[in-house]
Nanobody
Framework: QEQLVESGGGLVQPGGSLRLSCAASGFTLNYYAIGWFRQAPGKEREGVSCISRSDSITDYADSVKGRFTISRDNAKNTVYLQMNSLKPEDTAVYYC?????????????????????WGKGTLVTVSS
């Protein structure tokens, strides 16, 4: 059974850091571009970052540029989101999602409707 499992969320003070992980089981991430999304209470889900199959292409929402870094380790079948200089407005449930991409050089996307698999999310709370 194909599954994505997020981990690494928690409570952190403003200015702190967290690293989220997205581990796949039942399929290999080598053939998938990965996106990270988040949904804050009372708000719509938004795309945060994505990484292509070959990790040659990454993209970030303006709100997280310079603070978040996405990376992948295909040998571990895992994608990461390093989050630094966290702000209270980063508080949300964070989800990872995978999209099958035929070409290793294909792009990534944070369009939620284009994703094939989703994790169940991990809660990040930024508060003093």
């Amino acid at each position: 059974q194909e599954q994505l499992v997020e981990s690494g969320g928690g409570l952190v003070q403003p200015g702190g850091s967290l690293r989220l992980s997205c581990a796949a089981s039942g399929f290999t991430l080598n053939y998938y571009a990965i996106g990270w999304f988040r949904q804050a209470p009372g708000k719509e889900r938004e795309g945060v970052s994505c990484i292509s199959r070959s990790d040659s292409i990454t993209d970030y929402a303006d709100s997280v540029k310079g603070r978040f870094t996405i990376s992948r380790d295909n040998a571990k079948n895992t994608v990461y989101l390093q989050m630094n200089s966290l702000k209270p407005e980063d508080t949300a449930v964070y989800y990872c999602a995978a999209r099958l991409v035929p070409s290793p050089m294909g792009p990534c996307t944070v369009v939620a409707g284009r994703m094939d698999y989703w994790g169940k999310g991990t809660l990040v709370t930024v508060s003093s």
